[in-house]
């Protein structure tokens, strides 16, 4: 058995709308092997895990699982691998619970599939997982990947997993406000490996670092750091706290404790969770030795404070209002006359509750050095026996990250105290405080039984709160979201997703701007660059999951338009948990027989994922069947549909049903596209109007003007609006480069454009037949290495029957993608050949610059010559930089006569030197320049 690949999905896939975690798995011989045929298998797993025991599985009750281990021979190792992982991460404080295991379709392969919380956490318990397994089976059974490791102790590993989700996982405090930002349908991202957080998208978006948030002032925190300031500025409003002095070594710390008086405290000037806290220092020797455990910490200023007797209390303040009180008790032992100390703690760590960290809502005690001090000082060892009912604490603070344990006291605090926690956040200027606050009985006014305030704190936790020993848990992650996010204060930008075969950037990039016409600040990914408001802010193929992290991230955005393409959501899914409108333009054969895609029916699988999390409306082509499938996988509020077809019948029940849609309708001046909606008509726009259509006559980019304007009507712009974006949008390089680009300025015109399958040439080929062309129809052609040979061949033929052209030029891409040099244009030739395209007429020429250069000498005036570009900046460039007027070009000029070298024209490449030299030579001996690289 191995694992063949991992495939990390960070948002909604093909398997789940949330991120899960892929291996593909080879059980290779263990395909005969179901658990209950292995030997002592079941036995072994279970012993390891018996909270295997508490999965429901198929059977959808507790002990479901483990049925399917034994009964009817059992269940195979890829699906007991699925429960395993989950049930580490459970056991590393992940709450996770969904899993799949199914065939590829490839005997003995499986894929297994399950949720995770943290990435690498997730991974490390597949892993534990994977050597669990081998640990269990028979050694007859093992074998190539299947070892178990040399030492191998699963229960040292699976601490060193929780260890690891402690440091990689949301600590509680996140973790509650990450589930409080749920509750309230507000996004959320998280933006390093700690717990900086950001909740909202673009322009609304607020951060939180653990629960310091956006809106808490850098003042407020030096303030609260600095205790010396902290004690002066409460002090000076007559609330009450501890007489301290500011030392710097011993011998201050000794003689301010002797100003002050004993019992005094001393702790570190600046640290957290009651590290380097030494209480009730009643000599100067304690004091001293108290000063060097404090320096440790913090370095050599320290804090001498005078001993308040009493119960600690963390008290909780939330924009101003006091949330949660809570007791924290230290962690400690109660005797019982017959165990020692040290078999007192195991007792208390087998507490189920208690685990590493923040694992658990308790943390397991240690008999460390403080509790070891705390011993001595006691008169006491580890193996001391406790008197029946004796306390002994542990621990000098009631941190529970140090083995404490919390009681809830927000219900039965007095008055006076709230009042003074209110005033004393406020004092120090925290939207988020802890005020640790020490009394008898807090139940009392401190005025009556005395009391004092120790410490503010500027990043309080919440684990005592939200997860108490005793008493009511407390809903504090609550208030700060409704603080950051009052009522009525959006949180969410719109986001429109568009997704398909052909025609995703043209749309993408037309939506944006109507949008930005109608005073948008857009967001917006393409196939080539991410773009904030017009501007392109990163270069690349950014049509995934990261580029619309991007996006949201930036804090000028307030609405994201995302070209969503099928290897990002195949690679790691949607970068985005929701959309507002989700759109599919068309499914066709583009990159089939990649990433276990094979079929149309797979591919328009993996693009309904769009529509799937859509939430207002989902968008879908109604002349496209695959397309108008997915209307049944879709819980969008509301599905538009648009068509071509004015007698389309499914959109016209749709119509009279009071949906909405966009329809192409013949007119008297032409084609009109219409809205409908509610049983309003809208006459929109003439399509000769819209610039990108070429006078209506490019009708592959009428149909991405129906989808556009449908998708902008749903995100509820005006109808003007609507109308002055389609009248102010083309198809310039500047615009949409490679999208149908024309060039004029040459005595023959010139379309770049980047189609790269059958359905886009199609499209193409369309377009150029309805233009008058006084000359002759000339075409570039390519196709990408890793595309199948049927729609390769299949391109190849709508040139050769559709396109009228009176000459082909054939190359190859820059990168062939695992073909041949000459490959890509041999297996085109032939297929024009084959279908009727005269051999004469086809010159291949594998370099795509020197075979654009030599299509352009070859045309003449008012010809057409479409390309088929790869390198799109480099054809652009190539051909506005072209200058018919060199003496090369004016020579070769009659090159329809004169020919071009007879192996070329036959369709024989010239050898890969003379076609990768500076210069080629043509049958006369012509010297034609290569174009330089600038």
Not at 257 to 284: C, E, W
Not at 847 to 866: K, P, S, T, V
Request: one cysteine or more; glycine letters at 10%; a negative charge.
């Amino acid at each position: 058995m191995k694992v063949t690949e991992r495939r990390v999905y960070r948002g909604p896939n093909l398997y789940a709308h949330f991120p899960c975690i892929r291996l593909t798995l080879d059980l290779e011989a263990l395909e005969d092997w179901p658990s209950a045929k292995i030997p002592g298998f079941n036995e072994a797993l279970t012993a390891a895990l018996p909270s295997l025991a508490e999965h429901t599985c198929s059977y959808g009750a507790a002990g479901g699982f483990l049925r399917r281990l034994r009964e009817d021979g059992g269940t195979w190792l890829g699906h007991v691998l699925e429960h395993v992982a989950i049930e580490l991460q459970q056991r590393a404080g992940a709450h996770v619970t969904f899993g799949k295991t199914r065939g590829t379709g490839k005997p003995a392969h499986y894929h297994v599939v399950f949720e995770y919380e943290e990435e690498r956490v997730g991974l490390a318990a597949a892993e534990l997982g994977f050597h669990l397994l081998a640990s269990c089976l028979p050694a007859d059974l093992r074998g190539g990947a299947l070892v178990v490791p040399d030492g191998f102790d699963f229960r040292a590993e699976l601490e060193g997993l929780i260890s690891l989700a402690q440091r990689r996982q949301f600590g509680p405090s996140t973790a509650s406000l990450v589930r409080a930002a749920e509750d309230r349908d507000i996004p959320w991202l998280r933006l390093n490996d700690y717990s900086l957080v950001q909740f909202g998208h673009g322009r609304f978006q607020r951060r939180i670092q653990a629960t310091v948030t956006s809106e808490t002032r850098h003042i407020a925190v030096e303030i609260a750091s600095d205790k010396e300031q902290t004690n002066k500025i409460l002090g000076d409003l007559g609330l009450p706290v501890p007489r301290q002095e500011l030392v710097r070594n011993a011998r201050e710390a000794v003689r301010a404790a002797q100003s002050i008086g004993f019992p005094v405290v001393v702790k570190p000037y600046n640290a957290n969770h009651g590290r380097g806290v030494v209480l009730d220092l009643m000599t100067p020797e304690q004091v001293e030795a108290g000063y060097q455990t404090a320096s440790q910490v913090t370095g050599r200023t320290c804090i001498v404070e005078s001993m308040i007797t009493g119960f600690d209390h963390r008290m909780l303040v939330v924009n101003g209002e006091l949330v949660a009180v809570s007791k924290r008790v230290p962690g400690h032992v109660v005797g019982d006359g017959e165990r020692t100390i040290a078999e007192l703690v195991d007792v208390v760590n087998s507490d189920p509750r208690r685990g590493i960290g923040h694992e658990k809502v308790l943390t397991r005690l240690e008999l460390d050095e403080q509790a070891n001090r705390l011993l001595a000082a006691a008169g006491h060892t580890r193996d001391t026996v406790l008197p029946a009912g004796e306390v002994f604490y542990l621990r000098s603070t009631g941190n529970l990250s140090t083995g404490g344990t919390a009681i809830d006291m927000t219900d039965t605090c007095h008055h006076d105290n709230r009042e003074m926690a209110k005033r004393a956040a406020l004092a120090i200027g925290l939207d988020v405080a802890g005020i640790d606050f020490l009394c008898p009985d807090v139940t009392k006014s401190y005025r009556e039984v005395g009391g004092a305030i120790c410490e503010v704190n500027a990043a309080p936790g919440f684990r005592m709160h939200v997860a108490p020993t005793e008493g009511t848990p407390r809903d504090v992650a609550g208030p700060v979201m409704d603080m950051l996010f009052p009522q009525g204060t959006p949180a969410r930008i719109p986001i429109a997703s568009v997704t398909g075969t052909n025609g995703k950037t043209t749309t993408a990039r037309m939506l944006a701007h109507i949008h930005k016409m109608s005073g948008r600040t857009v967001g917006l990914t393409t196939t080539d660059g991410v773009y904030v408001d017009g501007e392109r802010t990163f270069v690349g193929d950014m049509t995934g999951p990261t580029s619309a992290g991007m996006v949201l991230r930036d804090p000028t955005v307030d609405l994201a338009v995302l070209e969503t393409a099928r290897g990002g959501i195949l690679r790691a899914g949607l970068g985005f948990r929701d959309c507002n409108v989700g759109c599919v333009l068309n499914i066709s054969d583009d990159h089939l027989g990649l990433r276990g895609v094979d079929t149309l029916e797979q591919l328009a699988e993996v693009k309904r994922v769009v529509v799937e999390v859509a939430r207002d409306a989902a968008i879908l082509n109604a002349d496209d069947l695959l397309c108008l499938r997915m209307a049944d996988h879709t819980k969008a509020k509301r599905i538009g549909y648009f068509t071509m077809n004015a007698k389309n019948d499914l959109v016209r029940r749709h119509i009279r049903a009071g949906g909405m849609a966009a329809v192409l309708e013949e007119g008297i001046n032409g084609h009109m596209i219409t809205l409908y909606d509610g049983g309003n008509h809208v006459p929109l726009m003439w399509t000769h109007l819209i610039p990108a259509t070429v006078e209506g006559k490019a009708m592959h980019n009428v149909q991405n003007a129906l989808a556009a304007s449908l998708m902008a009507y749903a995100m509820d712009v005006k109808i003007d609006n609507i109308r002055q974006g389609l009248r102010t949008f083309d198809t310039s390089y500047f615009q949409v480069p490679g999208r149908t680009n024309i060039y004029d300025e040459l005595a023959f015109k010139v379309i770049l454009d980047y189609g790269h399958n059958p359905a886009a040439v199609r499209a193409m080929v369309d377009f150029v037949t309805r233009l008058d062309v006084a000359g002759r129809r000339l075409c570039v052609l390519s196709a990408p290495g890793d595309r199948r040979d049927e729609a390769i061949v299949e391109m190849a033929t709508i040139i050769a029957e559709r396109g009228g052209f009176a000459h082909i030029f054939l190359k190859r891409d820059d990168d062939p993608r695992g073909r041949g040099p000459t490959e890509i244009p041999d297996l085109l030739r032939d297929a024009l050949v084959e279908h009727g395209f005269p051999a004469e007429n086809v010159t291949v020429i594998p370099d795509e610059r020197e075979c654009i250069d030599a299509a352009l000498r070859f045309a003449e005036r008012d010809d057409l010559l479409l390309i088929f570009g790869d390198a799109v900046s480099r054809c652009w460039k190539q051909v506005t930089k072209f200058d018919a007027k060199r003496p090369e070009a004016k020579e070769a000029a009659p090159a329809a006569t004169l020919g071009f070298d007879p192996g070329l024209l036959s369709g024989v490449a010239a050898s890969e030197s003379e076609l990768h030299g500076d210069l080629i030579e043509d049958a006369r001996g012509v010297r034609l320049a290569r174009e330089s690289d600038d």
